[in-house]
């Protein structure tokens, strides 16, 4: 097969031709290791690489699930792979091993996704632009090397948008799948509290606020995604409503009609710029040729400073187990090079934070939840930005100087739209519907209510249909 026809096809058009037995797994798999090779360096979107090793493991492989075997990679989060060490973008966590498979990475190999490497991340998954030191420099964005491709998920993004894979692994605990695929113009969905497995060695992620999930350059990769590794956990804390049916095959269905929230202004008055707001208002204007009804409206008061300093307070305390807890295993003190100024500072406040802080944190997430919830009683989804500004150009939001609570204050000035949504719990995906005349990508975010990513994914792929972005493929360039 070659790299162009490769890169061209979605993850369920490539299972199509492994079952046709037109391509065979190593084939897909050379393509994906070809380009990753020709494309990652330039954005620096790849870390523990095991590019012969995975192409052994293509040639024996036998085509299973959905996808058969389809090249993935899987976010370099700590999600628990036995091939694949971990460092969350942290030199303190560099090259953490793991004896066992996390349950979602299991269940992705079930669906046929070959990992192949790991995607890059900012230092704990924690900045929404992957600029890690550990990683040796920032990971580009594929459409403008001097922009950032977003985070944390920003190497899987970048990934998926210069076509190395169709679809990646992603989590998402502040917009950290939906960021990153408004800055690279593909597809990602942040799943509900509860769709996706945690376990077996956690049942949450930073006071319920994360999930994993995918990103990918077509609706329907996801559905299928969704439909393989979502599911209840034997042990789980949460459980999200069973789907009635496939979500791949309600894709098929057009949804009824429904009423969406328009927003055009964020929370807290965070100025939004126009090429955000044009590209919600294109959205809204196809809503309404597809025959949804479109209404004005005003994101409700969630006393935002307050939850900015809640989801500030409840990362602050992840910090400190996670430095801790490694500290521990290896038997020595935390050393000057080891965090991130930014991460130090917040390892440093999240050892003052007593612990009614953080259960006070964790109740604003769930008061946010019962006032959106709410809102979403006169709604079916919410269309709003993705981001309040376009990619952030590298630098602007450096973890390399400065506060801990300053540095959050500004992220919550740029996701604005995610965060909210991860303390609700709601399904939200961004979609890349609208490019700026220098080709840039303008996400526009569709969030439904929870449980119901039936509705979000229908109407995604109403959106695709009538404004399509498949064929657009990267070509990254170096500085």
């Excluded at 459409?143 to 998926?160: F, L, N, Q």
């Excluded at 309040?388 to 992220?411: C, H």
Aim: charged share 20%; with cysteine.
């Amino acid at each position: 097969m070659r790299d162009t026809e490769y890169q061209l096809q979605d993850g369920l058009a490539l299972a199509d031709l492994l079952a046709k037995r037109e391509v065979s797994a190593e084939d897909l798999m050379a393509c994906a290791i070809r380009l990753a090779r020709q494309h990652a360096p330039a954005m620096n979107a790849l870390c523990y690489e095991r590019f012969e090793e995975s192409l052994q493991v293509a040639r024996g492989w036998q085509p299973r699930g959905t996808f058969g075997a389809i090249p993935f990679l899987l976010k370099d989060s700590g999600l628990a792979h036995k091939r694949f060490p971990s460092s969350l973008g942290s030199r303190l966590l560099n090259d953490t091993p793991y004896t066992r498979n996390a349950t979602l990475a299991d269940r992705f190999e079930a669906a046929g996704l070959i990992p192949f490497a790991r995607t890059t991340v900012p230092e704990f998954c924690m900045a929404p632009t992957t600029e890690a030191a550990r990683n040796g420099g920032p990971t580009r964005n594929p459409w403008d090397p001097t922009r950032s491709s977003g985070g944390s998920s920003g190497g899987a993004a970048a990934a998926v948008a210069a076509g190395i894979v169709p679809l990646a692994h992603g989590s998402d605990g502040g917009g950290s799948i939906r960021i990153p695929a408004a800055s690279c113009g593909v597809y990602g969905l942040k799943v509900s509290r509860g769709r996706v497995p945690m376990g077996p060695f956690r049942g949450e992620g930073w006071g319920g606020l994360a999930t994993d999930g995918v990103l990918s350059r077509s609706v329907r990769d996801t559905a299928a995604a969704l439909d393989a590794i979502g599911g209840f956990e034997p042990g789980a804390p949460y459980a999200a409503p069973p789907p009635s049916a496939s979500y791949l095959e309600m894709l098929s269905v057009a949804p009824r009609k429904l009423r969406i929230a328009l927003w055009r202004e964020a929370w807290n008055g965070v100025p939004v710029a126009p090429e955000c707001v044009a590209a919600v208002e294109r959205a809204a204007q196809l809503c309404r040729e597809l025959g949804h009804e479109v209404v004005d409206g005003t994101p409700p008061d969630i006393e935002y400073e307050a939850f900015v300093l809640a989801h500030a307070n409840v990362l602050a305390g992840n910090i400190v187990l996670s430095v801790d807890t490694r500290l521990g295993l290896t038997g020595r003190a935390l050393g000057d090079g080891d965090l991130e100024p930014v991460l130090r500072q917040g390892y440093e406040y999240g050892k003052t934070l007593p612990a009614a802080h953080y259960i006070a944190s964790v109740n604003r997430f769930h008061a946010i939840g019962r006032i959106l919830d709410g809102y979403m009683d006169g709604y079916d989804a919410i269309l709003s930005p993705s981001l309040t500004q376009l990619p952030l150009k590298l630098g602007e939001l450096s973890t390399a100087q400065g506060s801990f609570l300053d540095f959050r204050r500004k992220v919550a000035t740029y996701g604005t739209f995610s965060a909210a949504f991860n303390a609700s719990g709601q399904p939200a995906a961004s979609l890349p519907l609208v490019w700026t005349g220098t080709g840039l990508p303008v996400g526009v975010q569709v969030v439904g209510r929870y449980g119901r990513e039936d509705v979000v994914l229908a109407l995604s792929a109403q959106l695709e249909v009538a404004q399509p972005w498949a064929g657009r493929i990267a070509v990254p360039t170096a500085v």
